[in-house]
């Protein structure tokens, strides 16, 4: 040991003292290299197959769960398609319009707000791929939010979780129109003004109801996550869930829905289809033009 330590001084110093040991030194180390390779060799072969099998378990776990989700999708698919052949005969009995396919864009996240205080984000489709203010948004679970600002090739979305946004919803299970806003959290939304004996219940699915124009009807918002009844309160404290993934969506949707304009009432019609005893007091404004006598 002790002559060891007096050839590892002598080569400490003459490293510094003469150049040609440093030379000599990375001689050496391209020499030993080999031994050290073989020598780790074991360790690495044996990481490396622990690195396998661990990866091969995750694999054969995942195939597994996929598989069930295969299994369960394909039987939601046939009973979709058993609702979809019956909500057609149905519809057909009623002589109701067949509801129109909504078309749709994809877009993918560019950027996120700076501003701490509002939850807004950027992304790649802008006023060259039809994007407008107001158009509604949404990812693979539901909805996120809606454009507020469009630019040649980029647009602003405004989430769900902002305080200054309000949807108008309806409970799924029993079709109750409510309005959910958001609370500046990303995971709680809030349902305003709901009745103290409204029938509403914790795991209730909202789904946005068409009412505004704006948001198609029947897409997934938000899930209720806690109802408070305050005695003698004439409303209940409501939270909801979202659906959509807000903070970890980086794939969007963009709808077109149809226009405003095909679901409005049409007052022309309405009026002509008045009782005469009312159109007698309508101002003469608003009264429709007599018919014209045939000839």
Not at 35 to 56: F, R
Not at 122 to 144: E, K, L, N, T, Y
Not at 210 to 221: C, D, E, H, I, M
Not at 271 to 292: C, F, N, Q, W
Request: proline share 7%.
């Amino acid at each position: 040991m002790l002559a060891c330590a007096l050839v590892a001084i002598a080569l400490m110093v003459s490293e510094q003292r003469f150049s040609q040991v440093e030379a000599l030194r990375a001689r050496l180390a391209s020499v030993v290299t080999p031994i050290q390779w073989l020598a780790s060799l074991p360790g690495d072969a044996l990481a490396w197959s622990s690195l396998v099998l661990s990866n091969q378990q995750q694999l054969v776990e995942e195939n597994q769960q996929l598989r069930q989700q295969i299994l369960t999708l394909s039987q939601r698919t046939q009973r979709m398609a058993s609702l979809t052949a019956e909500n057609l005969r149905l519809r057909e009995l009623l002589h109701a319009a067949k509801r129109r396919d909504i078309s749709y864009i994809t877009a993918e996240l560019l950027t996120l707000d700076s501003d701490p205080f509002t939850h807004q984000v950027v992304v790649d489709r802008g006023r060259r791929d039809g994007v407008f203010v107001g158009q509604p948004v949404m990812d693979a679970s539901g909805i996120v939010g809606q454009v507020i600002g469009v630019s040649a090739y980029s647009s602003r979305v405004l989430l769900l979780a902002d305080a200054n946004h309000a949807l108008p919803v309806q409970i799924n299970r029993n079709g109750l129109r409510f309005i959910v806003q958001g609370t500046g959290r990303f995971d709680t939304l809030t349902v305003r003004h709901v009745p103290d004996t409204a029938d509403i219940r914790e795991g209730d699915l909202l789904i946005s109801s068409g009412l505004a124009g704006r948001f198609p009807a029947g897409y997934p918002v938000a899930r209720v996550s806690r109802v408070e009844h305050d005695p003698g309160k004439p409303f209940a404290r409501v939270e909801a869930t979202p659906i959509s993934r807000l903070e970890r969506a980086r794939h969007f949707l963009l709808l077109f829905p149809p226009p405003p304009r095909d679901t409005l009432w049409d007052e022309s019609f309405a009026i002509r289809e008045l009782p005469k005893a009312l159109l007698s007091v309508l101002p003469p404004s608003t009264a429709p033009p007599a018919e014209e006598p045939e000839p």
